[in-house]
Every structure is written in C-alpha cells, then in structure tokens.
C-alpha cells in the first residue's frame, strides 16, 4: 500500500456546532444560532474606546510637548524665543530650532547654561539633562 504524504483537507458542511447550540436547535425545532451571531451587538461604550484612541494619538506626548514650550516661552529671555523655539524631547534632550546662524551663535556660546538651567529648574534634571540646538524649526 503505498502512503501519501499528509496534506490539509478543509472540514465538509457548515462550522461546527455545539452541544449547547445543538440542544438549543432540538429544543427550538431549528438552528437559529447564525441569525443571533449575526444580530449580536458588538458596538463598544465611548469610556472603553477613548484611551485606546488617546493612546494612539499620543496625547500624553503632545500635552507634554505644550508644557515644554509654554515653559520655554516664560523662562527664556524674549529675544532668544522669538528667534529659537523647542522641537522636541527625546530621552532627556531637548532639541531646539534656531531661526540664524547668528542667534545660534549667540545662543551656544552665551546663554546655552543659563536656558539648560532654567529648564531643568522647571521640569527637574532627570527629564532635561542636555539641550541640542538645530538651525531651522
């Protein structure tokens, strides 16, 4: 006898059925349980959606992202924010776009410790250790 080798033959007839479904078939004279499948309501209450939809548009990173520059905007001096704004805060760097060459300048060489500072008096050392300046916003 010569054995072929295993291969996947799909189930014959509809999906299986339960004992209970098969009980509630007898019972009922006829098999309801696709219509009530099918009927079943799978809507989701908003409080369960909303962290998964907070969560996905990162709202904790972007609300943390406002306090950061409305932070900058009230502890650095008002010349260096008009011309140098926070882009981002990435694993205790806060990189910050400079409009010039010149400011950039001015600001790496002048007032880089002062602004580290301040920053890290407002939001603590752990969460700014260091401060990147970038010409362009």
């Not at 099918?38 to 369960?48: D, I, K």
């Amino acid at each position: 006898m010569i054995r072929r080798p295993f291969s996947y033959a799909p189930a014959k007839g509809g999906p299986r059925v339960n004992s209970r479904e098969k009980v509630l078939a007898q019972w009922r004279g006829l098999n309801v349980t696709p219509i009530e499948k099918a009927q079943r309501v799978t809507a989701r209450s908003l409080a369960e959606l909303m962290p998964l939809v907070l969560k996905d548009i990162r709202i904790e990173q972007r609300q943390a992202e406002a306090e950061v520059v409305k932070v900058w905007n009230a502890t650095v001096d008002p010349n260096v924010a008009a011309h140098a704004q926070p882009i981002n805060l990435h694993k205790g760097t806060l990189f910050v776009g400079v409009d010039s060459n010149v400011w950039l300048s001015e600001i790496v060489r002048y007032r880089r410790q002062e602004i580290l500072k301040r920053m890290q008096n407002a939001f603590g050392v752990d969460n700014i250790q260091k401060i990147s300046f970038r010409i362009g916003a």
